[in-house]
């Protein structure tokens, strides 16, 4: 995980030294207050990704010496097609719509949310993939 860590402490170094030239240039509290936090957020992000790399094993992308076959084998679980997405997108675009046209659409969405997030999370539980 050591490019993730680079990637992330460069972009904190980057908007440590934006946000003083940003202040000076702009005298804007709010822009200069954004840079800052994203500096600091990177940076802990940065210090996460170092914690969490020092725990686990060295991934292939992290040797040197590491050769291609290294890197083969199961990546992870991937589902087959699923609607649930598409209804929990469903839920979200009413909710998001509730407050220029009526409370009472967020307030429908929030409940076909609920329906959806749950479908999503318990859809190996029954039918076709059911296991």
């Not at 972009?11 to 440590?16: D, G, V």
């Not at 040197?64 to 290294?70: H, P, R, T």
């Amino acid at each position: 995980m050591k490019v993730e860590r680079w990637v992330f402490a460069g972009l904190a170094i980057f908007l440590f030294v934006v946000t003083p030239i940003y202040w000076l240039s702009a005298h804007e509290i709010a822009g200069a207050l954004a840079l800052g936090l994203s500096g600091l957020f990177c940076l802990m992000i940065s210090g996460y990704v170092l914690a969490v790399g020092r725990r686990i094993d060295a991934r292939p992308e992290d040797d040197k010496l590491a050769e291609v076959i290294d890197g083969a084998g199961t990546l992870g679980f991937f589902p087959p097609t699923s609607i649930w997405p598409f209804w929990c997108a469903v839920c979200v675009a009413l909710i998001c719509l509730g407050p220029p046209f009526g409370w009472w659409i967020s307030i429908l969405g929030i409940a076909f949310g609920i329906w959806a997030t749950s479908g999503w999370a318990f859809q190996y539980y029954r039918g076709e993939y059911q296991h």
